[in-house]
């Protein structure tokens, strides 16, 4: 999940007290993210057959920084509506109940994070612009393939869920003098990311097939029958926002990825590494990642 080079860390003694921070997480002698109050009360709510846009609109202004996200995200190039919604109501209208709740996930979830330090802040930028870059990158590959067992609109949610444990990890330190720095932070989220976010979600209570996405993160060439699916295109995602910031070097060459090789013609072109669609629209991709986060 975090892939940078991290053979610069393994001299340092001080990765044993980073690791030692992370197991009073894994041990529960620390509290992991809960998600905020309102999130849950708008989740229930969306549980709720009977639920008017209305009242939805009603309990999003609850929160004026999830509300100005939506309008945001609402009049995003991703959306590419020709009349930019003008309140909450005309954005759930627009991008549909499912698709509202989706984002105030996305919202959650970085609020969640609060920087500590410096330092800190520095490593929660630096998780969430390759997070933003992943999301987008998987989401214009969501609507450009049109994979039939994948639902473009819970594209977003499961790059962004996919990282959770990344940032579960940074929250370790949020009570703690010492913050690791990025390369000790990489090596940390290579070794505890997948165990923390699986923990987290299923404390969240998130449906199954995002707990599923965390599990195959950055695992190319697994076995993975049937066609192409919501962890195939994560993966997707993953590879070439890795490929465009060149964090890691040994990627393998995207023809032997088991997701690509669930693609035809003449979707699987490749050009310069990566999927020739993807490749050659990466400023629209990146002006996207920006408009997201």
């Excluded at 991290?6 to 002698?29: F, H």
């Excluded at 703690?176 to 969240?204: F, H, M």
């Excluded at 070097?249 to 035809?264: G, H, N, R, V």
């Excluded at 490749?279 to 990146?286: G, H």
Aim: hydrophobic share 40%; proline share 5%; glycine share 6%.
């Amino acid at each position: 999940m975090c892939d940078m080079d991290s053979s610069v860390i393994s001299g340092q003694t001080d990765y044993s007290i980073y690791r030692g921070v992370i197991g009073d997480l894994l041990s529960g002698k620390e509290q992991l993210p809960s998600l905020p109050a309102i999130t849950f009360e708008i989740r229930n709510a969306m549980g709720q057959q009977n639920l008017s846009m209305i009242e939805l609109s009603r309990l999003l202004a609850k929160d004026p920084a999830l509300s100005a996200v939506l309008l945001k995200y609402a009049s995003s190039p991703l959306v590419g509506t020709p009349t930019p919604p003008q309140n909450l109501l005309d954005v759930i209208r627009l991008l549909g109940m499912n698709q509202v709740e989706r984002i105030t996930m996305v919202h959650s979830v970085k609020s969640l994070f609060s920087v500590h330090s410096v330092k800190h802040k520095r490593l929660f930028m630096e998780a969430w612009r390759r997070l933003a870059l992943k999301a987008s990158l998987s989401t214009y590959i969501a609507k450009h393939m049109h994979f039939k067992n994948v639902l473009p609109d819970n594209v977003l949610m499961a790059a962004l869920l996919s990282e959770v444990g990344t940032l579960a990890v940074l929250s370790a330190f949020k009570s703690s003098e010492e913050t690791p720095d990025i390369p000790a932070y990489v090596a940390l989220c290579r070794e505890y990311a997948k165990s923390l976010g699986v923990i987290t979600l299923k404390q969240w209570q998130v449906d199954e097939q995002y707990l599923k996405v965390v599990q195959e993160i950055g695992n190319w060439k697994g076995e993975s029958p049937g066609p192409a699916n919501l962890s195939d295109l994560i993966n997707l995602g993953l590879y070439h926002s890795l490929k465009l910031t060149h964090t890691k070097t040994d990627l393998p060459p995207i023809q032997e990825l088991t997701a690509y090789q669930k693609l035809e013609e003449p979707e699987n072109s490749v050009v310069a590494g990566g999927l020739t669609f993807v490749m050659t629209n990466v400023q629209e991709i990146k002006m996207v990642a920006k408009s997201l986060f």
